[in-house]
């Protein structure tokens, strides 16, 4: 989930908040893909109990062991995987998308924990490129999917839905959180893109400088909201979720 929300002296403009279902989850799924297409496997690491050295793109040789899991534990341990590989490889352009250019940067090597390993170029700048340009980057995608727009499309229109007087503050106060935002380049494209959408404001950017602050940032902050005195008044009750859904939690606590 990606989420836009304009504030402006500590109260939430509700008008302008911007929701849509690309994050991080959707990323991940698009790796899997990647590599499925590509008739690669990701084997996790509970299941290897020897490998064998390969040169990069060759099959993999390895042992497995046989340790029966849940469908939803192989799933979780893939995704281990596949986070260490967007953690270690993917990259934002930081401008437009091109091939050509993008084709001319240094490959980065990964390997998997079955041992095929191979040296990925233009493949992990194009994972984080669906954050940007969700129409032409993201594949197979639902029918919700395909109304997905770019994030600084995202960020313009929710301060477009917020009163002219707010929005000059609203652009030079853009705070970048979520484990999304820690690619390499993601602030320098967002940055680019945003003074790219024709508009008289000045954008600058924020971001934390500790990765973890930013990764956990919805953690943390909701820590401190249930450490305030006033957080009883936010309370929901079994019979008040149970009639609307998790709906409630934004509709109250928002």
Not at 46 to 75: C, M, N, W
Not at 204 to 210: I, S, T, V
Request: overall charge positive.
């Amino acid at each position: 989930m990606t989420s836009v929300v304009p504030v402006y002296d500590g109260y939430v403009l509700r008008k302008g908040i911007m929701r849509q279902s690309l994050g991080g989850d959707v990323l991940s799924d698009q790796v899997l893909q990647q590599f499925q297409a590509n008739g690669v496997d990701i084997v996790p690491q509970y299941l290897v109990a020897k490998k064998s050295p390969v040169e990069p793109g060759q099959k993999a040789i390895v042992t497995l062991r046989d340790r029966p899991a849940t469908p939803s534990f192989h799933r979780m341990m893939q995704m281990r995987v596949i986070h260490d590989y967007k953690e270690s490889v993917c990259q934002v352009s930081e401008s437009t998308y091109n091939e050509q250019n993008i084709n001319g940067r240094p490959q980065k090597p990964y390997e998997l924990p079955d041992g095929y390993n191979l040296n990925f170029g233009a493949e992990r700048f194009k994972i984080p490129e669906i954050m940007f340009n969700p129409k032409d980057f993201l594949k197979n995608p639902t029918p919700e999917q395909e109304n997905f727009v770019g994030l600084p499309k995202l960020i313009f229109n929710s301060a477009q839905s917020c009163d002219i007087d707010f929005r000059p503050t609203l652009f030079s106060n853009v705070v970048l959180t979520g484990g999304n935002t820690l690619f390499p380049g993601f602030a320098d494209r967002l940055h680019w893109e945003l003074n790219s959408i024709p508009h008289s404001y000045k954008v600058k950017l924020h971001a934390p400088g500790n990765t973890v602050e930013r990764k956990c940032g919805s953690w943390l902050g909701g820590s401190i909201m249930a450490s305030l005195g006033t957080f009883h008044q936010l309370w929901i009750s079994r019979k008040e979720y149970d009639e609307t859904g998790s709906s409630i939690v934004n509709k109250k606590c928002v």
